[in-house]
């Protein structure tokens, strides 16, 4: 593939990104035609011109391996920030904070992001450190893709420094409120991704409204530790539903409706193998 040509496809393809992006279309056909658009644009910067091109992936190539469905560094940067003061804000409406506390999470959050784009650099300077036989696509990939984890979960997860924070700098009652929302915020949004996930199976599994709740309810009470990302969430959702037992089912369901959900529950396979690529289960984990 010749360089017009490469440069023909990343311009076609940024601007269906863009079409995409500026409204008009739902959420989930914007996030297939950025995953798309996210993969052709790989294709096309990463395709060697040939054989001996295989190997000269340029830094600047490498940067936009790490946030290539995010557009840029400078983009990323700015959504989490904002991201960061709408947290801080809605922590503030539920629980009136100081002007201190606000400005501790704030400085938290900050570090945060900080840190991730020190790891951006850090892993700039391993992949200019390769030679030149290891640094093609495959060993790009492998220092790119642990940041392109962490650009999917977002940087304020539980062992953040925006979380260590929030926790040692309220006080008592300030935590006693905050641990009861944050614990109704939680189910709420596992229940919210079982409902989701189960009125796409509807069509292969009809089901009454009191079988529905049964479900949701057991669904969600094994949906623990939820990761970040609509996609893994599904795929949480998946795996919990895969693993409910044959005996657990057959008290909400009658014959048909088992027989139809096996079935369901056959597919779901690769939930679980998605889930350990990831990093979100463990080799080991059952």
Same mark, same amino acid.
């Given at each position: ?91 503030? $409406?539920?629980?009136? *904070? ?6 501790? %999470?704030?400085?938290?959050? @900050? /570090?945060?992001?900080? #840190? &991730? ?93 009191? $079988?529905?709740?049964? *479900? ?6 094994? %949906?623990?530790?939820?990761? @970040? /990302?609509?996609?893994? #969430? &599904? ?52």
């Amino acid at each position: 593939m010749g360089i017009a040509q490469k440069n023909a496809i990343s311009v076609l393809c940024r601007t269906r990104c863009d079409e995409s992006l500026g409204g008009g279309t739902s959420s989930m056909n914007r996030s297939r035609t950025q995953l798309a658009c996210g993969v052709v644009l790989a294709l096309s910067v990463f395709a060697p011109s040939s054989a001996a091109a295989q190997n000269a992936i340029s830094p600047a190539q490498f940067e936009s391996m790490i946030f290539q469905q995010y557009g840029s560094a400078s983009l990323v940067r700015e959504r989490w920030q904002f991201s960061l003061n709408r947290q801080i804000r809605r922590i503030h $409406q539920s629980i009136p *904070l100081s002007d201190a506390q606000q400005q501790e %999470l704030r400085l938290a959050g @900050q /570090g945060d992001i900080q #840190r &991730f784009f020190n790891r951006v650099v850090a892993a700039q300077h391993k992949f200019q450190a390769l030679s030149a036989d290891e640094a093609d696509f495959n060993g790009a990939y492998k220092i790119a893709e642990p940041l392109q984890r962490e650009l999917v979960a977002g940087p304020f997860g539980n062992q953040s420094l925006f979380a260590k924070v929030l926790e040692t700098t309220l006080d008592e009652s300030q935590r006693k409120v905050h641990d009861e929302i944050k614990a109704l915020r939680r189910y709420q949004q596992k229940e919210f991704y079982a409902r989701i996930y189960l009125a796409n199976l509807e069509s292969n599994l009809p089901i009454t409204d009191k $079988q529905r709740e049964l *479900l949701v309810e057991l669904l969600a009470s094994r %949906l623990e530790d939820m990761p @970040q /990302g609509n996609q893994l #969430r &599904f795929a949480w959702v998946a795996y919990h539903l895969s693993s409910i037992s044959t005996e657990k089912l057959a008290e909400i369901f009658d014959a048909e409706q088992m027989a139809a959900l096996q079935r369901i529950k056959a597919l779901q396979t690769d939930a679980e193998q998605f889930l350990r690529q990831q990093g979100v289960l463990d080799d080991g984990a059952e």
